[in-house]
């Protein structure tokens, strides 16, 4: 069982995923500068993990704030918040973490807690955060599991699995996982996700540990294998929804949405509530990160490309909403037009 990110009472701790899959090194990060640099630098990744992550940088910060006076403390919360709010643009958990701990500090200001019981309190509210995402993701697992066919080869992207959530299923991993408990066979294609390979580092290990079986191929793959009938169904997650259903994620989901309707193959989203912004009416107000462009030019010290080289990095797309067959959450599957099925969804939560 893979649970990436935890909460001890000293630090909030990190499975290094930089690292994986060779080496499996756990970080203790003991500010919440230390828990921003995680998210910045991809020890964490995924938007569930980094929204879990954001809401222990939160308290952890708050647990170290050394004033007596609950205003001073509120100023040191906007401050550690504006500073986790820089780290990644696209995942939108990590500001729907931000904004519930504000809403969690303003209610037990108003309750008149003194600046002991609220770092009790965000504490405790950041822990059934993890707590939350984990159960939403077993939600996810089960109705999405429903969704695939006995004997399939599913296609997935990235690394939507355990690793980029609070733990256990993950979200598109999580509907392989619930179909299997269901007692589906799945097999699983991982591509390899160029530049920062989340599909060969990650994916590929993660499904190794829970012994899924899974097929690694190059990016540039998928076309082929769909032509020749062998992908049953694709499986993504997200790292913002926008109200109508466009679908950010991972650069190079779009290119796989786009071969996937050319054959005739599902195109499943799985993804918590916290990643649906309803306050984003398009795909087209979606903010994409565009990284390190070391990234593509070299394979760790490894120079590829030639030096002065003009380089585009974004790390995400948008997956137009027609081209998504359904979109699985904790609170059921929804399905076109997604402007009305996702508001009933974000109106129930
Ligand atoms: O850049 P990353 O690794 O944070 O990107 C992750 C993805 O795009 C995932 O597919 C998405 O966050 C969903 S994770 C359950």
Redesign the pocket.
């Known amino acids: 069982m893979i649970i990436p990110v935890k909460w001890t009472d000293e630090c909030v701790e990190m499975l290094d995923?930089r690292l994986l899959p060779t080496e499996e090194v756990w970080l203790k990060l003991k500010t919440y500068n230390d828990v921003a640099d995680g998210i910045r630098d991809?020890v964490i990744?995924?938007?569930?993990?980094?929204g879990v992550s954001c809401a222990y940088g939160i308290a952890l910060g708050l647990k170290n704030f050394v004033g007596m006076n609950v205003e001073d403390m509120e100023e040191e919360l906007d401050y550690i918040c504006e500073v986790l709010a820089k780290t990644?643009p696209?995942?939108i958990?990590l500001f729907w973490a931000i904004d519930r701990m504000k809403r969690t500090f303003a209610k037990a200001k108003e309750e008149g807690k003194n600046v002991s019981e609220i770092k009790q309190v965000m504490i405790d509210d950041a822990k059934a955060i993890h707590e939350e995402d984990i159960e939403s993701q077993r939600l996810i697992a089960q109705f999405g599991g429903e969704l695939l066919e006995d004997d399939s080869n599913v296609l997935t992207?990235?690394?939507?699995?355990a690793l980029?959530?609070g733990g256990v299923w993950?979200?598109?991993?999580g509907v392989i996982r619930g179909a299997k408990d269901q007692g589906k066979k799945v097999t699983v294609i991982a591509d390899e996700t160029r530049p920062?390979l989340?599909g060969a580092r990650?994916t590929a290990w993660e499904l190794l540990q829970d012994d899924i079986p899974v097929t690694l191929i190059t990016d540039n793959q998928s076309g082929h294998l769909m032509k020749k009938g062998m992908v049953q169904a694709v499986v993504?997650?997200?790292?913002r929804i926008a109200a109508n259903g466009d679908v950010?994620?991972?650069i190079g989901?779009y290119m796989v949405a786009v071969l996937a309707k050319q054959h005739g193959i599902p195109f499943y989203v799985?993804?918590p509530m916290s990643?649906v912004d309803m306050n984003c009416p398009t795909g087209e107000e979606i903010p994409i990160?565009e990284?390190d462009i070391r990234e593509i030019t070299h394979v760790k010290d490894i120079q590829l490309a030639p030096e002065g080289i003009s380089v585009n990095n974004y790390?995400?797309d948008v997956t137009p909403n027609e081209m998504v067959d359904a979109i699985i959450t904790e609170k059921g599957v929804a399905r076109k037009p997604y402007v009305e099925s996702l508001r009933k969804m974000a109106e129930d939560n």
């Open positions: 995923q991809m990744r995924g938007a569930p993990a980094i990644r696209t995942a958990n992207h990235c690394n939507a699995g980029a959530t993950g979200t598109a991993l920062y989340q990650l993504v997650g997200s790292d950010a994620n991972k989901t799985a993804a990643t990160e990284r790390a995400f």
